[in-house]
């Protein structure tokens, strides 16, 4: 049974920083894309970041230059380090994984809050 666990999630001043961590376990098959995912109240859920297997990175235009993503393949494990937060970027955090022939998996979510 695929697994999806999250953490690091908290609440943290303006300008302050976070770590997010994501272990996949369960599966054998290869994971070729793993990425983060925040949903704020009221509003749909949106890309953040994503990293692929080869290391190839995207971002959403609001976190560029703020979030860094990365991923430790033999732990199959997926990081978001986020600095200078704002309080823009609250929302709740989900980790998604795409194996090979099992499909995407998604992680219950951890909470994010920045103050002003």
């Known amino acids: 049974q695929v697994q999806l666990v999250e953490s690091g999630g908290g609440l943290v001043q303006a300008g302050g920083s976070l770590r997010l961590s994501c272990v996949a376990s369960?599966?054998?098959?290869?994971?070729?894309?793993m990425g983060w995912y925040r949903q704020a109240p009221g509003k749909q859920r949106e890309l953040v970041a994503a990293?692929?297997?080869?290391?190839?990175?995207n971002y959403a235009d609001s976190v560029k230059g703020r979030f860094t993503i990365s991923r430790d393949n033999a732990e199959n494990t997926v990081y978001l380090q986020m600095d200078s937060l704002k309080p823009e970027d609250t929302a709740v955090y989900y980790c998604?994984?795409?194996?090979?022939?099992?499909?995407?998996?998604w992680g219950q979510g951890t909470q994010v809050t920045v103050s002003s």
């Open positions: 998604n994984t795409k194996f090979a022939v099992v499909g995407t998996y």
């Open positions: 369960g599966s054998t098959f290869r994971i070729n894309y």
């Open positions: 990293i692929n297997s080869g290391g190839s990175t």
